[in-house]
């Protein structure tokens, strides 16, 4: 038996392997997953009885649209290796897929749950759109169908728009940084809205809007973004992330812009109404207007001289009757005092001569000095003139003349009827 050296052994088990196994499918669970700086990916390929070395070099890792996991279950798409100078062999990985599922919609699925988990589709980070936009900001291809339907949509709708149209790819491998950059430099310019979109296509035409960079993009956007890519049924990440989601490029436009037959004929009612509400408003203030000009002549200047000119002469008037009245008065009255004074004159004399005359003969007759007629004195008791009536028997009293006092006592007292 010829004796082979150890380099020679390596080198022809791995001329057998790399020639027998040139391309396999192998299925297994990720481990031990290591992202290199250099682009590579290594990792562990395992099943219940076994494990084998794997790495994908920068070339195809570049390609892969989603993030190994450990504990992933994959099938790989690779040729057999051996390292020679450890002797050891492994899998040189081509593509990846997970098991069960294309790799595509498990890296939809896969970024979708991170953004969602970051806040990218909070319903609170959304913006809402102005009501009657001036300008916008159109993101997408400018030689595609889609750009062309957009802006015939626009046109019908409402033409007052002026729109900027930012050329960029839509699908390929620098398709999403052309996309974002697009966005980041738009959101810059004072736009209205943001619109970014294409026609339809497959899954892989339309996977430049599922990559996060574009989720990026829309969701630090401060202007509000729609994303109009694809056809109703298609869905892709920039869907859940712009304000609003467009279920085509066309629709875009409906959601955005008024329809100018629906202004006018809101234009018209607010110019029916617009006219109502003024000639209901003339008549109001009209009829203001009359009650005020009318209150004001009531209380106008004029009008209150008028009235005080009135009272003066009404005072004047009802002065002049009184005075009148009373001179009248006066005159009846002092014509009766002037008819009756010399009877009322000489009444009032005889009255006061037969006064006088009482009043001189009760003095005649009270004056003691003129009690001069024989047999008549006055009676005096305790210094004070009283009746002879009013004295009792036993008392003592004076009777005076006028040049007699007599003391005196009442021995006996009768009455004379």
Known sequence: MHTLSVTTLTNQIKSLLETSFSRVLVEGELSRITYHNSGHIYFTLKDA???IRAVMFRGNASRLRFVL???MKVVIDASITLYTPRGEYQLNCFSIEPSGQGALAFAFEQLKNKLMQMGYFAPE???PLPKFPKKVALITSSTGAALQDMLRVAASRYPLVEFDVYDVLVQGENAAPSIANAIAYADTKNYDVIVIGRGGGSIEDLWAFNEEIVATAVYNAKTPVISAVGHEIDTVISDYVADVRAATPSNAMELLLPDKNELLIYLDT??????????????????LLQHLYGSFEQHSMQKRITQQLELVTQLKERFEHAIKFKLQTFQNALQNIERDYPSTVAGILRNKENILTGLKNAYSSANPKLKSKKGFAQIVKDG???DLAALDA???FEAQTSDTILTAKVINKRTIS
């Open 125 to 127: 980070h959304k913006k």
């Open 270 to 287: 607010l110019q029916n109404s617009f006219e109502q509400r003024i000639t209901q408003i003339f008549q109001s203030k009209n009829q």
């Open 69 to 71: 996991e450990e504990g």
């Open 394 to 396: 036993g008392q003592e």
């Open 384 to 386: 004070k003139i009283t």
């Open 49 to 51: 009885g076994a494990t």
